[in-house]
């Protein structure tokens, strides 16, 4: 659904997006994620067609975003990171006006848009003036606006942003709603704990390079091969130490009272081995198994190196 | 254009349920009622009462006057409503928004134009009372009226996409507002300072050089300089005034001031003025098509440094 190969943009001397690479099939629900400056912004405007690349390929559904712009508006539902509404207009008025710029006029726009705001939990607020809403419901309203023309791709720029948790809640569930009835999504935010809840892709970006990317138990079973595996052992400790400081695989060997903490190389069959050779020397372990790793240390981790810069 | 535009219905949607425009339509027909009815009782019953004679010429006078007036209150008002159009949705962050959708830049800027030139209809035809002032007594046609309208419309069309010109061109709205009102005050001033400035220059030279014989002195002459005047919609309405009164030169007198141009021009002038000033509204709406598409407007240098500014200030975000 949305292809981008080798994407680059300067904004003067600085560097937004330094070759990035993303693919995303049709149904899934990507989580763009990367700390402030990586270049999530920039790379959602080019697929919605606001910002030219310097150089690269973007392609959705098979449209080139340079060249058929009719078509990829078509496509696409755009949802900006800042966004204003307009006064004096009522939620139903928004919406019809949006729908009308696809062409759906008169009794269809309507009906259109009470499905969509029903969607968004709105259809209570049709009448209200939209800068009556309150944040959330903007967000919300915004959100059913960029459905309208029913797109195939949702390209939104982190439409959770500066919203409180109840309404943090209430926007995943949303997402969720919209990905598993088989809308392509593609979601941005700085937070990725929060995304790794509902999204069935993860792409983190970190100064203008996609750094890691894939399925959320992907990205977590290789985070988890780096995580430290814990020992703790009845007995011979030292032998154990001895043995664990002959094996190739094993690093960093630390002891805390009877747990080692060992960095190991190996998958599970050599962890298996592992086991073996220790228990064969009369270490009886009480323990074996690696440390769990969660998504905000490997995001901190991967992203550490940005922050201090940025 | 005008039914189907969403722009342009959601424009007047809200400019109809805004106080500002009904105060526009009050405050102008105030001024001219204010001004036309002044000049109605100066002009008839003032002078009945204390001459004891009554001019029925001052009519024309009177609707000269009111068209003056109508006239100068469309120039103020119509950069006031185009020179926010754009930059207006840019300081609300609505714009990305259209620009996503399936309308395209030139429609976004034609459903503008059509809503501002619409508002401008309005506060005109609700002056349509007033104006009649002038048919009470006669002499002034209905054919008159309807020129006038025209001549405002076009005047309206011109100022109009100068305004929106400015207000794609430039992010904040003030700045866009000040160079309309600059353009607008150079084209009506501007151009005749200019022409009185060369002309006097010329005076000069020529006073310095005939010293001797200054009998057979030759007026200053700016020829075909003086065709700078057709950008100028306040000589486009003297010309309208010369072609209903046969009567009056207000025209040829204004520019023999200024020496002789080419003649062709000067019999119709309104006609060629009014098309100049919509050819130059045309380059104006494509040009301001152009600079509002992102991608077109993302090939120049200046719309990528612009961008990565504004960018680089709002939460340091790529």
């Known amino acids: ?310 | 254009m005008f039914h189907t535009n969403p722009v342009y219905k959601k424009e007047l949607k809200i400019s109809v349920r805004t106080i500002k425009t009904a105060m526009i339509i009050l405050a102008y027909n105030m001024i001219l009622a204010v001004i036309g009815l002044f000049v109605f009782y100066a002009s008839f019953d003032y002078k009945s009462t204390i001459a004891g004679v009554v001019n029925y010429h001052n009519m024309m006078n009177l609707y000269e006057i009111l068209s003056v007036i109508e006239f100068a209150l469309i120039l103020f008002i119509v950069p006031a409503i185009t020179s926010g159009a754009i930059s207006g949705e840019r300081e609300r962050q609505t714009l990305d928004i259209l620009l996503t959708t399936k309308l395209t830049p030139l429609q976004i800027i034609r459903g503008k134009l059509a809503s501002s030139i619409s508002l401008i209809l309005l506060i005109v035809v609700s002056s349509l009372p007033i104006l009649s002032i002038v048919f009470s007594i006669g002499g002034i046609r209905i054919i008159d009226l309807i020129q006038l309208m025209m001549c405002i419309v076009v005047t309206a069309i011109f100022v109009g996409s100068i305004g929106l010109f400015f207000s794609v061109l430039f992010r904040r709205t003030t700045v866009s507002t000040v160079f309309t009102y600059g353009t607008v005050i150079f084209l009506v001033l501007g151009t005749i300072g200019i022409l009185t400035g060369v002309y006097l220059i010329i005076n000069v030279r020529i006073d310095t050089n005939v010293v001797e014989d200054a009998a057979h002195r030759i007026a200053p002459n700016l020829g075909n300089m003086i065709l700078m005047l057709l950008v100028n919609p306040a000589i486009t309405l003297l010309s309208l005034f010369s072609n209903q009164f046969k009567n009056k030169e207000f025209l040829s007198d204004f520019l023999n001031n200024y020496g002789q141009c080419n003649r062709v021009v000067t019999e119709h002038w309104f006609g060629i003025s009014v098309t100049i000033q919509l050819l130059i509204s045309i380059i104006l709406i494509i040009m301001s098509a152009r600079l509002l598409d992102p991608l077109k407007r993302g090939n120049t240098k200046r719309g990528n440094s612009r961008r990565s500014k504004t960018k680089r200030k709002k939460n340091n975000q790529y």
Do not use: W
């Open chain 1, 1 to 310: 659904m949305l292809r981008i190969q080798n994407l680059y943009k300067r904004y003067g001397d600085y560097i937004a997006l330094n070759g990035l690479n993303l693919y995303l099939k049709k149904g899934e629900l990507l989580g763009f994620v990367g700390p402030n400056g990586a270049g999530k912004t920039t790379t959602m405007r080019i697929a919605a067609g606001l910002l030219k690349a310097d150089s690269g390929e973007i392609y959705v559904d098979g449209i080139d975003v340079n060249k058929d712009q009719k078509k990829l508006k078509e496509k696409i539902g755009y949802m900006p990171d800042f966004f204003g509404v307009y006064d004096n207009l009522k939620v139903i008025e928004y919406m019809e006006f949006y729908a009308s710029m696809y062409g759906i006029i008169g009794n269809k726009a309507k009906q259109i848009s009470m499905e969509l705001m029903d969607q968004v939990n709105l259809s209570d607020k049709a009448n209200d003036y939209v800068d009556e809403l309150s944040r959330g419901m903007k967000q919300r309203l915004c959100l059913a606006r960029s459905l309208v023309h029913n797109p195939d791709l949702l390209i939104l720029d982190e439409p959770a942003s500066g919203l409180d948790p109840r309404a943090r809640v209430e926007m995943k569930t949303i997402l969720k709603n919209l990905s598993d009835n088989g809308r392509t999504i593609i979601v941005s935010s700085h937070i990725l704990p929060e995304l790794a809840q509902m999204c069935t892709t993860i792409g983190i970006i970190e100064k203008g390079r996609m750094v890691v990317n894939g399925t959320v138990d992907e990205i977590m079973t290789k985070l988890n091969a780096t995580n430290p595996i814990i020992i703790k052992v009845v007995n011979n400790q030292e032998e154990a130490i001895t043995l664990l400081k002959t094996n190739p695989l094993v690093e960093n060997i630390s002891i805390k009272e009877n747990s080692i903490s060992i960095g190991f190389l190996g998958d599970e069959i050599e962890e298996a081995k592992l086991i073996r050779t220790l228990v064969e020397n009369n270490v009886y372990l009480s323990s074996f198994s690696r440390e769990e790793g969660d998504l905000e240390s490997l995001f901190m981790q991967i992203t550490a190196h940005a922050e201090q810069e940025v």
